[in-house]
């Protein structure tokens, strides 16, 4: 079965700080697809970035940047010079690949890592 | 183009009643996840509907039910409500494939008393 884990229950930050989120996920797939969502107070789950499993390219978009590693099964967040909008739970989510079946339509999530930017 | 709609925002119900909430995708989108969220057990699927089918289906009791229309909107009914039961209830949406991203409502909050 799969598993994601996100170690980092908070983190408390001071605005322009650089935070790293990690992410560790678990599979016997060979294919899958790895998921970044930010949840902020209002309760949507908003959707960063999409990784499937043949590509580990890093990629950067403004202040956020990924870093995904297939050799220690990690896809790591990192947000440059943070602002207090970006406060909110971060969630890393994987979905399997493949004809179907189980992986119809799920997504399995990490617990969430809480992030608060202080001005 | 107008993203997911989920109704009502807030609902609060008492323990043994019935709920049903309903979710419209995307314009677009045939696929319909259904996810609850709760402090406790975090964010976990519900089931996916695809083509008024459901396709797959998460560790759930059979309280949870839930149903697409011809139109590809869907809803959710959780039967003999349970404490247990108070949550935020996720719908997204997203193309047929199996894999594609899937974009989230803004949820209906349950809270059974």
């Known amino acids: 079965a799969q598993k994601v884990t996100q170690a980092q229950t908070e983190i408390s930050v001071v605005e322009k700080e650089d935070v790293t989120l990690d992410c560790v996920y678990e599979?016997?797939?060979?294919?899958?697809?790895l998921f970044w969502y930010k949840q902020p107070p209002s309760g949507e789950l908003v959707f960063l970035i999409r990784r499937n499993s043949f590509d580990e390219q890093n990629e950067i978009s403004g202040r956020y940047s990924w870093n995904f590693q297939k050799s220690t099964s990690s896809f790591n967040f990192t947000i440059t010079a943070s602002q207090v909008v970006d406060s909110a739970v971060y969630f890393c989510a994987l979905n399997l690949g493949g004809t179907g079946g189980t992986s119809y339509g799920k997504l399995t999530f990490g617990q969430g890592t809480i992030l608060t930017v202080h001005p | 183009k107008a993203g997911v709609t989920q109704t009502p925002r807030y609902l609060i119900k008492t323990r043994g009643q019935q709920v049903t909430l309903s979710c419209s995708p995307i314009s677009g989108h045939r696929s319909v996840s259904w996810y609850q969220q709760t402090p406790g057990q975090g964010l976990q699927f519900l089931f996916e509907?695809?083509?008024?089918?459901?396709?797959n289906k998460g560790n759930f009791p059979g309280r949870f039910s839930g149903r697409q229309f011809s139109n590809s909107r869907s809803e959710m009914n959780v039967s003999t409500l349970e404490l247990g039961d108070s949550a935020l209830y996720l719908c997204?949406?997203?193309?047929?494939?199996?894999?594609?991203?899937?974009?989230f409502g803004p949820g209906t909050r349950l809270t059974v008393l």
């Open positions: 509907y695809f083509s008024e089918t459901q396709r």
């Open positions: 599979t016997r797939d060979t294919t899958y697809y």
């Open positions: 997204a949406s997203s193309l047929p494939g199996n894999t594609d991203t899937q974009y």
